[in-house]
């Protein structure tokens, strides 16, 4: 007899083997379950809010069609529709947000370039009067240390504020040129402050949404996993009804990979050997020809769970495109890289 339980010391999964009167923990027992259970399908239920979408998509069918028959709840399948919908116009409207931000940080973009144009016109036009470089006269129009016109939206606008006041003040400034009336300067403030005002409100939305979005998501991964659950309990391992929800099959093997090194080479005049290393997770083969000129497409030769296989009969004079593909109870691999052999005629061989 053996019982189960997880070491408190070492925290892996011990197997305790009652034998003799001697009671002892074991650790190969279980790694070797657990290498097991790494074998087989995993049914993963994505994070993905977008991803969420087309999973539950394939599990809402399988739902309707067996949910009566499997005793699932009576209201799971129009429970997941609704939880699909939701999350569907959440995520609209998390991507419509997005769209309203980047629009917005755009037209914030500009209003800082209209901003730092209209400054450097301005200290162009005072330079004359005032200095060339910085002094303190400069602190006036709103330059801080230096006549480098700032990128940071709240330094232009201290900028903007300063310089306002100080053409305000000095009305005789803008007699000759345009770009030294106060308004214009106090418009461009406006401009300024209102799109970064929109900014950070858009940004407020975008992330109210993205975590309505989530929630909603959240909402989907649940039932999906509760649907998992409870099909692990209703359904064989194997039932090809997993597929019907969108799932692995529980007991399947993952899909072996393509066969590699593969060979062939002409037997004569018209048959073809082909020989291969074993495909990990491969239960069994099956091979597959076009005779070139003939066949539209691949043709099924037969299946083998040896590592060679013989293709007979095959039209003389012809190109033939061979190729293998590997299965298990996961399903078949795509297919080897095509080799192509060229049969012969009896009498091209004499």
Not at 35 to 61: D, E, R, V
Request: a positive charge.
């Amino acid at each position: 007899m053996f019982f189960c339980k997880k070491s408190v010391v070492t925290g892996q999964h011990e197997v305790l083997f009652e034998n003799s009167g001697q009671v002892g923990w074991k650790l190969s027992f279980f790694a070797a379950f657990e290498s097991f259970l790494g074998k087989i399908m995993k049914n993963t239920i994505t994070s993905s809010p977008l991803k969420l979408i087309p999973q539950i998509t394939s599990a809402i069918p399988g739902v309707l069609k067996y949910g009566a028959v499997l005793g699932l709840p009576a209201n799971m399948g129009t429970s997941m529709q609704a939880k699909k919908g939701a999350l569907i116009a959440s995520d609209g409207s998390y991507e419509q947000a997005r769209l309203d931000l980047r629009n917005a940080t755009a037209a914030r973009r500009l209003a800082i370039r209209k901003v730092r144009n209209h400054i450097r016109a301005v200290r162009e036009l005072v330079k004359p009067s005032l200095t060339p470089k910085y002094s303190q006269a400069w602190e006036a129009f709103g330059f801080v240390g230096s006549l480098q016109v700032t990128t940071r939206v709240s330094n232009l606008l201290m900028t903007l504020t300063k310089m306002g006041s100080h053409l305000a003040a000095n009305p005789d400034l803008g007699a000759d040129d345009p770009n030294l009336v106060a308004t214009k300067t106090r418009d461009l403030e406006t401009m300024l402050m209102t799109a970064n005002t929109v900014v950070n409100q858009k940004k407020g939305t975008l992330q109210r949404l993205l975590e309505a979005r989530a929630a909603k998501a959240e909402e989907v991964r649940y039932i999906l996993r509760e649907l998992s659950s409870a099909l692990r309990l209703k359904l064989d391992p194997l039932d090809s009804r997993w597929v019907e929800f969108g799932f692995n099959k529980v007991g399947a093997r993952p899909t072996p990979d393509a066969p590699t090194g593969v060979t062939a080479v002409l037997l004569g005049t018209n048959a073809i050997s082909i020989r291969w290393p074993a495909t990990p997770r491969a239960e069994h083969y099956r091979g597959w020809k076009r005779v070139v000129g003939v066949d539209a497409e691949m043709v099924f030769v037969g299946s083998t769970s040896d590592l060679d296989m013989l293709m007979e009969e095959l039209p003389s004079d012809s190109e033939v495109e061979v190729a293998l593909s590997a299965v298990n109870n996961g399903g078949e691999s795509v297919r080897s890289t095509v080799l192509v052999v060229r049969t012969f005629s009896g009498e091209s061989q004499k």
